[in-house]
């Protein structure tokens, strides 16, 4: 049994470290974003989810190229259309979409699997109380 223990505890550990590392950046982009209109000059589409492009843009007077995932619903960018991107000053390659929240993606992947494991025993609960 304590094995089990030590393995979801240190398995749940990894899981926040790997969301909080994905969500660094996030939480630097809604606080401290700058913004830019892109000219898309590569696309790269997904069968797993949105796929994404990659953007060419002025940032501080320099020319700078960053990965910028597609919109889960609505029109997905062509080659040479120009798109309007938020990015960090700090590090103008960390950019997105402008106006999106990427975190979507995140909290379905930290939602959903806990729902599913806990799911048999939150309906074997409410079944014995009621």
């Not at 470290?17 to 589409?45: C, F, K, N, S, W």
């Not at 940032?59 to 960090?88: C, H, N, S, T």
Request: proline content about 5%; overall charge neutral.
């Amino acid at each position: 049994m304590y094995g089990w223990l030590a393995f979801t505890v240190l398995a749940g550990v990894g899981f926040c470290v790997g969301a909080g590392i994905y969500v660094r950046d996030e939480v630097a982009l809604d606080l401290h974003h700058r913004y830019a209109v892109g000219r898309v000059i590569d696309v790269h589409t997904s069968v797993r989810g949105p796929g994404s492009v990659r953007v060419s843009y002025l940032a501080d007077g320099r020319q700078v190229e960053a990965w910028v995932e597609q919109p889960w619903f609505g029109r997905d960018a062509d080659v040479d259309d120009e798109v309007r991107i938020e990015y960090l000053a700090s590090d103008p390659t960390v950019a997105r979409r402008a106006g999106a929240h990427d975190l979507v993606g995140v909290v379905v992947a930290v939602g959903v699997p806990p729902l599913v494991a806990l799911a048999p025993a939150l309906l074997r609960h409410r079944r014995h109380r009621a």
